[in-house]
């Protein structure tokens, strides 16, 4: 499976990073932190919108580099999610990728209502969260 | 028309708010009833649900337009999800400032229709003053939340947005 997922706070900082095995962790690192300039981008109230402003799935952040894909999606609570996938990965449709963010951003949620979770802490929880990303890039092969 | 499931929710929530204003109460040290503590403990409580409330609730919604459009969203859906009404009346000086009128408040309306236990209302109204100023809060929003009641179960909350 060669798929990363991060989830970024407000302030973008990471709540939680998740590179597949076979990807280097720190060009991961990299390509979140260059994508979240995208993302911004792309939220500001600009008026000349690059997406479809109402909706939280930013879609393709910016073009393909090193056979890497990257997708946004930013909730309203301004929590943004990036994932990485492989451009060999073809079979992928965007829907897929869709459903992909809405599994993410409905265990997000649930994170939110554990009571041992401080908004803003990042993300430890094995069962909901971490599970969930696991069987998630287990799809994505 | 209200089903067994809608009426047995609107009386756990209501019930169990109450129980948590007397247990805040009843815990109390020395000097906390007198010095606020008390209603800042289940503000922050308030808090705490708003922020979680609210990440659920905006889950399927569009991206909201601007701080107009969220204080609708308050008084209209989340209000509704919470206390099965809208807020009554929303005013604005367009300068940050928000007074939102409900004039039966679900919290109250058991209480007293008029001043009766005027003296206590505070008490049952800084759960839902946290309440707001959560969800606010994780939608980007900082403000203060404050609560008046001349004649139950009417109430006003107003919120004061904070520039940063």
Redesign the interface.
């Known amino acids: 499976s060669r798929a990363s997922s991060a989830v970024l706070a407000r302030d973008n900082y990471p709540l939680y990073i998740r590179s597949s095995p076979t990807e280097n962790e720190l060009k991961f690192h990299y390509m979140v932190h260059t994508s979240l300039d995208v993302v911004d981008e792309k939220i500001s109230a600009m008026g000349k919108a690059l997406v479809d402003q109402r909706e939280l799935y930013l879609g393709l952040l910016y073009p393909t580099e090193d056979h890497k894909i990257k997708y946004g999606y930013v909730t309203n609570s301004k929590v943004k999610f990036v994932m990485v996938v492989d451009s060999s990965n073809t079979a992928l449709r965007d829907n897929e990728i869709r459903s992909m963010f809405r599994k993410l951003h409905s265990s997000y949620t649930d994170v939110m209502c554990n009571p041992f979770y401080n908004p803003g802490d990042r993300i430890q929880s094995r069962r909901a969260f971490d599970s969930m990303v696991t069987s998630m890039m287990v799809q994505v092969c | 028309w209200k089903t067994k499931q809608e009426m047995a929710d609107e009386a756990l929530f209501l019930l169990l708010h109450n129980e948590m204003v007397s247990g805040v109460y009843k815990s109390a040290e020395q000097g906390e009833v007198e010095n606020g503590r008390c209603i800042t403990k289940l503000e922050n409580m308030g808090f705490?649900v708003g922020?979680?409330l609210?990440?659920?609730f905006?889950?399927d919604?569009?991206?909201?337009?601007?701080e107009l459009d969220i204080m609708k969203f308050i008084c209209k859906d989340f209000w509704t999800t919470v206390f099965k009404k809208q807020i009554d009346n929303l005013r604005t000086n367009h300068q940050g400032i928000y007074v939102l009128q409900d004039n039966k408040f679900r919290l109250l309306t058991q209480m007293s229709a008029g001043k009766q236990y005027l003296e206590h209302a505070s008490k049952y109204l800084a759960f839902t003053c946290g309440l707001i100023r959560g969800g606010l809060s994780?939608?980007?929003i900082k403000s203060i939340v404050t609560a008046e009641v001349s004649s139950m179960p009417a109430c006003k909350f107003q919120v004061m947005i904070q520039k940063l």
């Open positions: 705490r922020q979680g609210i990440e659920r905006t889950k919604t569009a991206r909201f337009k601007d994780n939608l980007g």
